[in-house]
Every structure is written in structure tokens, then in C-alpha cells.
T-cell receptor, first 111, second 111 residues
Framework: SQTIHQWPATLVQPVGSPLSLECTVE??????LYWYRQAAGRGLQLLFY??????ISSEVPQNLSASRPQDRQFILSSKKLLLSDSGFYLC??????????FGDGTRLSIL | GESVGLHLPTLSVQEGDNSIINCAYS??????FIWYKQESGKGPQFIID?????DKRQGQRVTVLLNKTVKHLSLQIAATQPGDSAVYFC??????????FGKGTKLSVKP
């Protein structure tokens, strides 16, 4: 069966520091991959999606970037974090026609 | 703004009663809809999906109804249990597997 892993589960970072969040999927090939951000008590905002290695689409302009160095690996990065980058970050995968399946998220706090 | 929204932000039901969570969508061309359950501190969990060629789909204790005429989607939970307490999101497909999420309804189950 397919599984998705995100780490770390929680992260506290100072303003201006870099960021790297990693997501990996097991049990499937060539998945679509997604990064979302969720503010407290709010819905999900799509940040990036990828339909293949090296293919990244950005939904909103922001201080973050994404990369897909391997088929089942999706990384969310920032060179310099802002206070507004705080939130709950979720990775998800899907097949071409199926539902998205989410990881358990990373709670990011910027101080 | 989002094309998928929810009629009620909160819903409180008695344990054992049936729950109905509603969702409206605005894109009549959407052909795939999904319901997710999100517990506190976790990622959204897939519950059930439905394609636009169907009006109703049933799972274990859950039923999704789709009314394309009025662009309305509902999730029915039979014999609601305390473990059903969570935030429920509906989502519709956008393109390339991307989804548009509603803002969520918080379901509270009273013992």
C-alpha cells in the first residue's frame, strides 16, 4: 500500500533562517505531488504541485520554493524565513485520476 | 475566491444521531468531488469521493450526495460517534489533479 511521510512534525525557526521540509511517498510510481499551507482554523492553500521529476508549478507568489529531485521526493524550501511563513504545511500525493492523500504535516513556528 | 464553500462552519450533534454536512460549488464543469476529515494536528484523511456521473455513493456509515442542478454536495454520517468529531472539508477538482478546498465544517459530537 502507499504511504506518505513528512518530517519534521514540528519546527521552530528564527526569522531569516533557511528552511527545508521533506516529503516522500512509498508504494507508487510517478505520483502527482503537492505542498499546501493551512492557517489555524482555515482551509488549505495550494503552494506548489508537481507532475514529474523537475516539474514544479507555483500557485501563489511567495517566499518559498519547491523541488522534486526524485520521483517520490518533494522538498519545500526557503532561503530566509519570514514571520508570515508560520503555519501548518502539508504534503500530498495523488495518481492522475484519484484523490489526494495527505501526510501528517509539519507545524512551523517562526520566532 | 474559492468556488467551494460550506453552508455551516460548525455542527453539533448528539451521539447516535445522523449528521449532514453541506457544501456548495460554483463550477458546473467540475466532475470530481471529495470529502476529507481532519482531526486536530493531523493531515486531512480521505473519506469518500464521487464523480459527476453519479448522484449518490455510499461507504461505511457515510453517504455522499451530489446535486448537479443546484451544485450542491453533502456528506451524511450515520449513527455519529465521538470519533467522528473533526473538521470536514469538501473539495472539487480544478485541473491536473489539483483540488479547490472549502473552508471546512467543524463537527462536534455530544455524548
Amino acid at each position: 500500500s502507499q504511504t506518505i511521510h513528512q518530517w519534521p512534525a514540528t519546527l521552530v525557526q528564527p526569522v531569516g533562517s533557511p528552511l527545508s521540509l521533506e516529503c516522500t511517498v512509498e508504494g507508487t510510481s510517478n505520483p502527482n505531488l503537492y505542498w499546501y499551507r493551512q492557517a489555524a482554523g482555515r482551509g488549505l492553500q495550494l503552494l506548489f504541485y508537481s507532475v514529474g521529476i523537475g516539474q514544479i508549478s507555483s500557485e501563489v507568489p511567495q517566499n518559498l520554493s519547491a523541488s522534486r529531485p526524485q520521483d517520490r521526493q518533494f522538498i519545500l524550501s526557503s532561503k530566509k524565513l519570514l514571520l508570515s511563513d508560520s503555519g501548518f504545511y502539508l504534503c500530498a500525493w495523488s495518481s492522475s485520476r484519484g484523490p489526494q492523500h495527505f501526510g501528517d504535516g509539519t507545524r512551523l513556528s517562526i520566532l | 475566491g474559492e468556488s467551494v464553500g460550506l453552508h455551516l462552519p460548525t455542527l453539533s450533534v448528539q451521539e447516535g444521531d445522523n449528521s449532514i454536512i453541506n457544501c456548495a460549488y460554483s463550477n458546473s464543469a467540475s466532475d470530481y468531488f471529495i470529502w476529507y476529515k481532519q482531526e486536530s494536528g493531523k493531515g486531512p484523511q480521505f473519506i469518500i469521493d464521487i464523480r459527476s456521473n453519479m448522484d449518490k455513493r455510499q461507504g461505511q456509515r457515510v453517504t455522499v450526495l451530489l446535486n448537479k442542478t443546484v451544485k450542491h454536495l453533502s456528506l451524511q454520517i450515520a449513527a455519529t460517534q465521538p470519533g467522528d468529531s473533526a473538521v470536514y472539508f469538501c473539495a472539487e477538482n480544478k485541473d491536473q489533479g489539483n483540488l479547490i478546498f472549502g473552508k471546512g465544517t467543524k463537527l462536534s459530537v455530544k455524548p
